[in-house]
């Protein structure tokens, strides 16, 4: 059996590669290497739609509800402090957003915003690959579990087309080896 677990887990190491990317493009901008604008946006887009409303949103929208259905707390307990995360990301992610174009964009603000987008997000994976996920997939039947991925699928079909997954599996490919090789 696959439990709905692996999904994000095979997600969230796609992210982390965006979040090396991140963290290199804003070091570099800290020692005033100027960064292709153009990378910067496409990466954003991948954050704001692969990232937040993709994968955050089948989190949210239909796993931990599901967590909540088998007995795992919100309010006060591990699910809570995952949605109060996503929420932080998402300011970081308006703040590098607002600071990549325009007359008022100002690199070392993106590169703050990135900095702690990326620490708060690979501590984030780490709670939910190593907590979180484990005490799903040990309260949630399987007959819950092949449900949740058949709901993935209709989630990310919604949200992104699988022209549009891969797409950002080569835009993560290609600016990899742009910046991390």
Do not use: W
């Not at 979180?132 to 990310?156: A, C, T, W, Y």
């Amino acid at each position: 059996m696959i439990n709905a677990s692996e999904e994000l887990r095979r997600e969230h190491e796609l992210i982390k590669t965006a979040l090396n990317l991140l963290e290199k493009i804003a070091s570099g901008i800290v020692q005033k290497v100027n960064p292709d604008v153009s990378d910067l946006t496409e990466l954003i887009n991948f954050v704001i739609v692969f990232a937040d409303k993709c994968h955050h949103g089948k989190e949210e929208d239909l796993y931990f509800p599901s967590l909540e259905e088998a007995g795992i707390p919100n309010h006060g307990g591990p699910i809570g402090v995952m949605l109060s995360e996503h929420d932080q990301g998402r300011k970081y992610i308006r703040e590098m957003k607002e600071n990549i174009s325009g007359q008022n964009s100002d690199l070392q603000v993106f590169a703050d915003a990135a900095f702690a987008y990326v620490a708060l997000m690979r501590n984030h994976i780490e709670k939910e690959n190593n907590i979180l996920f484990m005490m799903g997939d040990r309260v949630m039947p399987e007959s819950v579990q092949n449900d949740l991925l058949i709901r993935f699928k209709e989630h990310e079909e919604k949200v992104i087309d699988k022209e549009k997954h891969e797409e950002f599996y080569a835009l993560i490919e290609r600016l990899s080896q742009k910046y991390l090789h």
